[in-house]
């Protein structure tokens, strides 16, 4: 019999061994977004079908079933809390489920996918469903395999799930999401635009594209970022990804006439780059250096997106450096126009560009039709109409094209089926993260307002990020919050800050 | 028996593989001269060794040995001009040479060049030898090594060349080195400047880094590299890299006073890219696809840097044009002015800085250094004094400090012994082909004069790029020039353009 703590360093050289070549896989995919030029994109396919190849052999090593048969149950993991323990279980966990999918299913992903995005992205250029439509039934059918293969305990949905949120179940969502839907369509039909003047048209002024980028960067790294262990890039949709501990990358796109849509982008990837710059460096490569799920990533983004970063207390410390930086647009402009300008109400179509209390409608939409596609009850030629039904019955308007309507994101033709719902997750988890650092920090407004951000992070740091992968998402919130999922926290904070925004000035 | 084609099939689609591998290290490597974060460092060190250690898995597998062996003397070999002829020569010439380097080495290598070069950056940047005497030391005794697994004929300096470029000898490079110190020291006596005014004090005016940077792009593109499938990046030393086809990668600095210092290595960079550009896609990642060797692809670089671009109807074609993006600098002066200054000849202790007349000088001075020291008749404590020795016969001066004497280049950190002929192979190669395209082409100056530099670039392509690995450099020389290896063209042409620039005006 093999002796424990060798079994075990041979596991984490194992595991350590596929992040690094997946972070390898990360830069190509970093390259891709950023600096590519256009005629490399055929070779670098061809770098990442290798990878992921070699990963996933690796990945799949009966050794690893070997060395993690040996380790279950012994002393080693003992303790449920130690990073052996915890290592063994996601390990494990990781293991079982790649293991359940057949290799022709893995390659008949990845190629469908970077052909299935090819074709939505010319699908939307020229506002025709009908070219992505086989590809979007390719790729529905394909999840449906990939649900069977992997298993699921009341319907296929919660294994498309279950790779975004593990434990997560789709009743689960469904029961959360009606009571966002009962109680988010009514506020924001009440303080919608329709009712008083464009607050935004200050964030649509001329914002020259060099100075917001040393605004946001200034911003930044004010928050915590560390660009000594990170870049900020340009590209054409803004992102974050981590590419190895001391490197973990951001990018966003600048418009000039847009000061919103890169400023909210660069702190959303701050809080995605905040969390993996936390993350301890000492279990790189294994499960406990890993971050806990999709959804709790996504509160650290919508943390600081929103809850940080469209409070009043953030826009009266930044908005006199604003001012200065853009002086020509922002003269006549003071912090609380700023700040009600960046809390603007407007259902429109574009999720992306969609305001806080809209932006949810937007996510229940898509999951109610991913739902009903994976069940077989919608065809992908219906999802058109299914789509803009929806849109009218939630946030009372029907998108002007299909470009503009159901193919506005690409997560579909990348083959995601199950990702949509983390970002709700992510903005309820993020609420009721925060509202438990007020309790516990105290006095973060007053914080915010003289510039000092760095009790929050701390608090962050201490109670998420430096856990890794120790607790599962819905044990880490109870732990940190004392309670499982609740919309409350979310929904008390966007009614009392959008009533108080909508009193007569 | 294996059948001959599908045999053939096997053996290609692992070198592809073992490419594409080498692919994804090119790209990490591009990163970690452009972007990297400095704390990223060490983990990109970490997927380095990684993806080291599985190329070198791939490129060792015996099963390479067997396909080749059941290749070898085949039918499908029997054309030794063919692809496959060819593919199946030089993927032998790799694996013998490769399966002698005992897999402790391979990492002591990688280990080593990692600190040295660390090392030897700190040694530097504080003009302290000793600080890197150690390391010179460890690269030496592992370069005897490396020799002595490879195997050689006369002595251990020839299996390093080997490395760099096949089928030449030490003892040919002696002859030639001989020739080339004997007729460059009395013309860089002659002709340097002491003698007379500094003409290249031009280049020292004011050249805004943007502009540099708009200006470089615009005769890069001129000159035939594609955007469409290429970048030029900014870093610390120039450089570039083929990451595939379709993606080739230069690089440059950007010194506000020296604008023969990013204009040049521009010129030589995309002389590089040129080369890479122009090489078979449909051949990508066999020996059909790939540059025939270190000497001929630098070549490529001198000849478009040198030739080309310190050639007086190259200015007379964009002098007009850098007049008008740098007016304040450029306004008093012509385009002969302009090309005596780029011409401009001044023995200095610095390589990279250097004129052509004296460049191959710091060449030779290296060359003898490296042979003595792996010959062991140069100890590496003795190397500074040696060094300033030599530069003290050849070009008449000492250097002022080590740093910028024997420690200048990073190569030795680098572990690369027996690189450095390479440059003025490169040197001499690039006026042999320059000599035929002359003739073969003919009006090559009036196309310059013209813009048009697409004879020049057609011929290379069709006589030297397209032909990848078809040829060793010696038998394409001959095929393409009808002659061996000769300095007498370099020779010439350095005579011919400095002493009519040397005449008094």
Same sequence: chains 1, 2.
Avoid at 105 to 120: C, D, G, I, K, N
Avoid at 256 to 281: C, K, M, N, R, T
Avoid at 444 to 468: A, S
Wanted: net charge negative; glycine share 8%; aromatic share 10%.
């Amino acid at each position: 019999m093999m002796r424990l703590q060798e079994a075990y360093e041979e596991l984490v050289r194992r595991m350590r061994e596929q992040t690094l070549l997946s972070s390898c896989a990360e830069l190509l995919g970093w390259d891709e977004l950023t600096y590519l030029p256009p005629g490399g994109v055929g070779h670098r396919a061809e770098q990442q079908a290798l990878l992921a190849g070699l990963y996933h052999e690796k990945a799949t090593d009966p050794r690893l079933g070997d060395l993690l048969a040996t380790l279950e149950g012994s002393d080693l993991v003992a303790d449920p809390d130690s990073p052996a323990a915890v290592n063994v279980r996601e390990m494990r966990y990781a293991y079982d489920r790649l293991t359940r999918l057949p290799r022709d299913l893995v390659e008949e992903e990845a190629r469908l996918t970077s052909v299935a995005q090819q074709a939505w992205s010319v699908a939307r250029a020229n506002d025709d469903f009908a070219r992505f439509r086989p590809w979007l039934e390719q790729v529905i059918a394909l999840a449906r395999r990939r649900a069977e293969c992997l298993g699921y305990e009341a319907i296929p949905y919660d294994a498309l799930l279950e790779d975004y949120e593990p434990g997560l179940r789709t009743r689960d969502l469904v029961s959360l999401f009606d009571e966002l839907r009962r109680e988010l369509v009514p506020l924001a039909a009440e303080v919608g635009d329709a009712r008083r003047r464009d607050r935004a048209a200050v964030l649509r002024r001329e914002y020259p594209l060099d100075r917001q980028r040393i605004f946001g960067e200034a911003v930044a790294s004010e928050l915590g970022f560390d660009f000594h262990r990170g870049r900020l890039d340009t590209s054409v949709h803004p992102f974050s990804t981590l590419i190895g501990p001391g490197d973990c990358r951001i990018a966003t796109r600048y418009a000039l006439h847009d000061f919103g849509d890169s400023f909210f982008s660069i702190l959303h990837e701050v809080g995605h780059g905040l969390y993996d710059q936390g993350l301890p460096a000492e279990h790189y490569g294994t499960p406990m250096g890993e971050p806990v799920s999709l959804g709790l990533h996504e509160a650290q983004a919508r943390l600081w997106e929103n809850t940080v970063g469209r409070s009043r207390a953030f826009w009266r410390h930044f908005f006199p450096r604003a001012r200065q930086v853009f002086h020509e647009s922002l003269h006549d402009v003071d912090a609380e126009d700023f700040y009600r300008a960046v809390n603007h109400v407007a259902p429109g179509p574009n999720r992306v560009r969609a305001d806080e209390v809209t932006y949810n409608l937007h996510i229940l939409v898509r999951f109610e039709l991913e739902v009903a596609m994976i069940a077989g009850d919608l065809r992908a030629a219906d999802v058109p109409t299914a789509w803009n039904e929806a849109y009218q019955r939630d946030l009372g308007i029907t998108p002007p094209s299909d470009a503009e309507g159901c193919l506005q994101d690409g997560h579909w033709g990348d083959g995601l089926i199950g990702y949509f719902p983390t970002y709700t997750l992510g903005n309820i988890f993020a609420e009721q993260l925060f509202a438990a650092a007020s309790r516990e920090v105290g006095g973060l407004e007053e914080q915010f307002v003289r510039g000092d951000f760095g009790g929050l992070l701390g608090w962050l740091r201490e109670k998420v990020h430096r856990h890794g992968q120790r607790y599962r998402a819905p044990e880490l919130l109870k732990r940190v919050t004392g309670a499982a999922l609740d919309s409350r926290p979310l929904l008390d904070r966007l009614h009392r800050q959008h009533r108080e925004l909508n009193e007569p000035t």
